[in-house]
């Protein structure tokens, strides 16, 4: 079954460091797409970042990089020279061919940003 | 452009009374999807709406709910007989279903809908 795992439920960072935010997904369907979307405390999802499943390189926009371990079913998301804006909720969500292109989501990851 | 639009931005109504989610998607985006996020969780999938397709209501937890999307644009979400565990955020998102950016998904600002 498709599934989405975020171990982190909270994490606290020092401004400036990168951080790591953890991703794991299961499916059996080799086609598939990987997302981080992040949810401020204003509530609306911003997307951030997409890994296909084939593509070569790992995805990186702007501060952000998806570290994508396929063979471990892993797609962290990595922030470098983290901001005080950077503090939200973090979600990982899977698309596979199943399920017309609806998204399978994490339970998120609180990150926040100490001055 | 304009993004996503949902209204109301918060309803509050009393058990057992029927409620109307509205969404307005990005002109020419062909795909739309309502979630629902419970305080603290990750979203969980209602609909999906794809050009004149029939919608897939895999994600519908009961038949309280229902939604419709009218010319391919708007789309209103109903839950009947409002009850206690309906209080969460509708969000509402819409695609592209072509090109690179088929995959990312435009969120509205959401709903936040409390059951009394």
């Known amino acids: 079954a498709q599934k989405i795992t975020q171990t982190q439920p909270g994490m606290f960072v020092q401004e400036k460091e990168a951080v790591t935010l953890d991703c794991t997904y299961d499916?059996?369907?080799?086609?598939?797409?990987l997302f981080w979307y992040k949810q401020p405390s204003s509530g609306e999802m911003i997307f951030l970042i997409y890994?296909?499943?084939?593509d070569q390189q790992n995805a990186t926009e702007g501060r952000y990089s998806l570290n994508f371990q396929k063979a471990r079913k892993s797609a962290n998301l990595v922030i470098s020279a983290s901001q005080l804006g950077d503090s939200a909720m973090y979600f990982c969500?899977?698309?596979?061919?199943?399920?017309?292109?609806?998204?399978?989501w994490g339970a998120g990851t609180k990150l926040i940003i100490k001055p | 452009g304009a993004g996503v639009s949902q209204s109301p931005s918060n309803k509050v109504t009393e058990k057992g009374k029927d409620v109307e989610l509205r969404c307005d998607p990005i002109?020419?985006?062909?795909?739309l999807y309502w979630y629902r996020q419970s305080l603290g969780q990750g979203l969980e999938f209602l609909i999906y709406?794809?050009?004149?397709?029939?919608?897939?209501k895999s994600g519908l937890p009961s038949d309280r709910f229902s939604a419709e999307r009218t010319g391919g644009s708007v789309s209103t979400l109903t839950i009947q007989r409002t009850q206690q565990e309906d209080s969460a955020v509708y969000l509402c998102?819409?695609?592209?279903?072509?090109?690179?950016?088929?995959?990312?998904?435009?969120f509205g600002p959401g709903t936040r809908l409390t059951v009394t």
């Open positions: 709406f794809q050009g004149n397709s029939a919608p897939d």
């Open positions: 969500a899977m698309r596979d061919r199943r399920g017309n292109y609806q998204l399978i």
């Open positions: 002109s020419g985006h062909t795909a």
């Open positions: 499916t059996s369907d080799p086609s598939y797409g």
């Open positions: 890994q296909g499943s084939y």
């Open positions: 998102a819409s695609s592209v279903t072509s090109g690179r950016n088929f995959y990312e998904q435009y």
